[in-house]
């Protein structure tokens, strides 16, 4: 009762749009995912929107799509401002993974895409969107190799596509699943020899991780707004082989089957928190993790955000949220 009393408190100071949002969402994610870990992919393809590339420039951006391996339905979105400055000769890219619980969601899905197009423009960056295969049809590593591959298509190929990209000022963002995602992603990329690309910042969204044991801020918040419990629980059963549990090492990072990383030269890193989703004690883990090795990262906390927040702009978290990736960019960039 008292969890149940705390939650309508928290969304009680949430915006009412905002209340109507989480409550439709629900209905939604409720109705496919479904009980045998399976995912209602034809009732999902009428309620999630596309969006398509856009030559033309709609609000200093265009985009465009680029395919990596048709076979496996993996490409990416480009997006590029179109509104600079005379002296700009080249911008920073961003490599951006989607978040869904490694089940939901597309780089055409039209609130993401909507989201790089302002992020696009705001923090005067390329933005490459990467679309990777789904959950349950398509289980671990499917989601990182797909990534990887893109990454590696990028060093060999953006310079072409975009050559007002500056692939020596890469950095990797990503939100909920896809926070979890980039940072595999940068392990792996520790060891590869890219040809122009140099990772020099990595920016995570409340990053999507877990384990075994429930944190305090799991059962707390266990039936928090847009993210619950019961959702955390399905995504991980549904993204994991058979015979795996949340201690499995892409899940549980610093955990008791985590590979060392103590040696990685892991980039520069933000993590964002926010006070009303269930899986920050496990992002301040991993940030306890990442200073432990010797990463240089930094905490964004916001108490009053729930999980997603970053998605509307009617929180204002998400305006101060824009304005902490700007000023870690170009922190980064000078440190080159």
């Not at 060392?260 to 496990?282: E, M, N």
């Not at 883990?285 to 999980?307: D, F, M, R, S």
Request: charged share 20%; proline share 4%.
């Amino acid at each position: 009762m008292d969890k149940a009393m705390n939650i309508r408190t928290e969304m009680s100071n949430l915006p009412w749009k905002a209340r109507i949002l989480f409550y439709i969402a629900s209905i939604i994610i409720r109705a496919c995912l479904r009980k045998d870990f399976t995912v209602n992919r034809r009732l999902l393809s009428f309620l999630d929107f596309k969006a398509s590339p856009s030559k033309d420039s709609h609000g200093g951006v265009i985009s465009s799509d680029v395919i990596v391996d048709n076979s496996r339905s993996v490409w990416f979105r480009v997006y590029t401002p179109t509104n600079s400055a005379p002296e700009t000769s080249s911008f920073p890219v961003i490599i951006f993974a989607h978040g869904g619980g490694f089940c939901l969601c597309a780089v055409d899905s039209l609130g993401y895409d909507s989201h790089c197009k302002k992020l696009t423009d705001e923090l005067r960056a390329i933005i490459v969107s990467i679309n990777y295969r789904l959950a349950p049809e398509h289980k671990y590593p499917c989601q990182y190799e797909d990534c990887f591959d893109a990454l590696k298509y990028v060093d060999a190929n953006l310079h072409h596509l975009s050559p007002s990209a500056d692939l020596g000022r890469c950095f990797l963002l990503g939100d909920s699943a896809g926070g979890n995602l980039i940072h595999h992603m940068a392990v792996k990329a520790s060891e590869y020899a890219f040809k122009r690309l140099k990772i020099v910042g990595l920016m995570s969204i409340q990053p999507f991780f877990g384990g075994e044991e429930r944190t305090e801020s799991e059962n707390r918040l266990a039936r928090a707004p847009m993210l619950t419990l019961e959702h955390t629980d399905w995504y991980w059963k549904a993204f994991l082989p058979q015979g795996t549990d949340r201690d499995h090492r892409v899940v549980n990072v610093f955990g008791p089957n985590s590979h060392d990383i103590s040696g990685v030269k892991y980039p520069s890193t933000l993590v964002c928190i926010g006070g009303i989703d269930l899986l920050q004690d496990w992002q301040r883990k991993y940030y306890q993790g990442l200073k432990e090795i010797g990463t240089k990262v930094q905490l964004v906390e916001y108490p009053n955000a729930v999980h997603g927040f970053w998605m509307l702009s009617m929180f204002p978290e998400t305006s101060l949220l824009i304005k902490e990736l700007k000023s870690f960019i170009e922190k980064a960039c000078i440190s080159q």
